[in-house]
């Protein structure tokens, strides 16, 4: 089975705290994405990366950056956390290989719910 | 880029109703098409796909047809339980320049009264 796993499932940070979430995956996997999902907006998608170092901005970057320096890990970065980035955070991972029947679909971690007070 | 809508809960039934959640896609091409489920607390997981015109994806009771005449894939169930309340999302790929993301729905909301 795919495994995503995410390092915390709920975290509390002040404003202006520097943040770190962090996105493991065990499915060799070339693509990272991550993910914001609030209240009637539905996903949005921060940064996503196709291959180590590699990274590329999603809908919504401002105020956040990304690492990807290991092909299994992708950290996303709150450089100073702030009250409206309150939300929860989603991490995912896909294939790229076009002859796969896996090929574009995604496989979620659990989340990490962050509040930021 | 590719754009998907579907409808927004929340959708309210009692139990063995059927359901039915629209989505329709603007696309270039044939990409896949995408059905993900969300419970309680949980991250995003597939529920079913298709990847061509025409296919029938199913899970758990679940079916969506690939109808690329009316440009849909609408969810169905024909008899919902209370297990079935979760958020509902209709994604397809990016496309253009956009690599191997998806794009998603905003979401339903279903909610299975006893």
């Known amino acids: 089975d795919v495994k995503v796993t995410q390092s915390s499932r709920y975290l509390v940070k002040r404003t202006g705290e520097k943040v770190f979430l962090e996105c493991v995956q065990d499915?060799?996997?070339?693509?990272m994405f991550w993910y914001r999902q609030d209240p009637g907006l539905g996903l949005r998608l921060i940064y996503f990366?196709?291959?180590?170092?590699?990274?590329e901005k999603g809908d919504i970057p401002e105020g956040y950056s990304v690492s990807r320096e290991k092909k299994e890990r992708f950290s996303l970065i709150l450089e100073s956390a702030s009250t409206n980035q309150t939300s929860m955070y989603l991490c995912?991972?896909?294939?790229?290989?076009?002859?796969?029947?896996?090929?574009?679909?995604?496989?979620f971690g659990p989340g990490t719910r962050l509040t930021v007070l | 880029g590719n754009s998907v809508t579907q409808m927004e809960g929340p959708v309210t039934l009692s139990e063995e109703a059927f359901l039915t959640i629209n989505c329709t896609y603007t696309?270039?091409?044939?990409?896949?098409l995408f059905w993900y489920v969300q419970y309680p607390g949980e991250g995003l997981q597939l529920l079913l796909k298709?990847?061509?015109?025409?296919d029938k994806g199913s899970n758990k009771g679940f079916e969506a047809t690939y109808r690329k005449e009316t440009t849909s894939f609408h969810l169905e169930k024909g008899s919902v339980q209370v297990s079935d309340s979760a958020v509902y999302f209709c994604?397809?790929?990016?496309?253009?320049?956009?690599?191997?993301?998806?794009?998603f729905g905003k979401g339903t909301h279903l909610i299975i009264q006893p």
């Open positions: 995912a991972s896909s294939l790229q290989r076009r002859t796969s029947i896996l090929y574009n679909e995604q496989f």
């Open positions: 499915m060799d996997h070339e693509n």
């Open positions: 990366s196709y291959d180590v170092k590699m990274k």
């Open positions: 696309a270039t091409g044939y990409p896949s």
């Open positions: 298709a990847t061509k015109a025409d």
């Open positions: 994604a397809l790929p990016l496309g253009g320049g956009g690599a191997d993301g998806l794009t």
